[in-house]
């Protein structure tokens, strides 16, 4: 079975610096789909970025974006410029690309702070 | 992105009465959904993974007749908590999976979440 795991339970970041969440994760399969989702105190999840396994260039929306070092399972999420609407919890997530009702595989969270 | 709304956003129940939560994708057809638990603090427990007409797939652990799942059509699923007690209090949060066109593979969208409390 796949793992997800996310060893900063909390990080903090100054208002428009920069921030690196890490992620690494367990698994036997080539092919497959990985995510950073966001969830702000409102609690709804919001994706911020995807990386399909096959693809070698790292994905980049805006100011996120991931270091996907396959060979070493590990997929971090940066962000550029912080800022206070950044704060939330951010999920790291795995799902495999073999079936199509494989559900996603979470990560225990990374909680960010953004100091004004 | 595609918007999965959830209703309602927060239930208060007494002990022993049902509760449902509607879970409707608006701009796409999902085949797929999937109900999840959150405990405070905590990540996403996956429930059960729901396939539209047919029955839903519970994960280890989670009571198929405590938590009944309907996926009716291809945009509604509902999770109804069956004789609620204090310990099913609790976030649940449904998703929905849209398939990517010929960009291939498929996203999941999420609720907004309810807040169960069972008093």
């Known amino acids: 079975a796949q793992t997800v795991t996310q060893s900063q339970p909390e990080m903090s970041v100054q208002e428009a610096e920069t921030v690196t969440l890490s992620c690494t994760y367990d698994?036997?399969?080539?092919?497959?789909?990985l995510f950073w989702y966001k969830q702000p105190p409102s609690r709804q999840m919001i994706l911020v970025i995807r990386q399909e396994a096959y693809k070698q260039q790292n994905a980049t929306e805006n100011r996120f974006s991931v270091n996907f070092q396959k060979a070493a399972k590990s997929f971090s999420l940066k962000i550029s410029d912080s800022q206070l609407g950044d704060a939330a919890m951010y999920f790291c997530?795995?799902?495999?690309?073999?079936?199509?009702?494989?559900?996603?595989?979470f990560g225990k969270g990374t909680r960010l702070s953004v100091i004004a | 992105g595609a918007v999965v709304s959830q209703h309602p956003s927060r239930v208060i129940c007494k002990s022993g009465t049902s509760v449902k939560i509607e879970c409707r994708s608006l701009d796409f057809q999902a085949t797929t959904m999937f109900w999840y638990r959150q405990f405070p603090k905590k990540s996403l427990m996956l429930m059960a993974t729901?396939?539209?007409?047919?029955?839903?797939?519970?994960e280890q652990g989670v009571e198929k007749d405590k938590f009944l799942i309907n996926h009716a059509s291809l945009t509604l699923s509902t999770l109804t908590v069956t004789s609620a007690h204090p310990e099913d209090s609790s976030f649940y949060i449904c998703?929905?999976?849209?398939?990517?066109?010929?960009?291939?593979?498929?996203?999941?969208?999420f609720g907004a979440g309810t807040r169960l409390s069972v008093l």
């Open positions: 698994t036997s399969e080539s092919d497959y789909y």
């Open positions: 997530a795995y799902r495999s690309a073999n079936s199509g009702n494989t559900p996603l595989v």
């Open positions: 729901s396939n539209e007409g047919s029955k839903a797939t519970y």
């Open positions: 998703s929905a999976r849209v398939v990517l066109g010929e960009a291939g593979g498929n996203i999941q969208y």
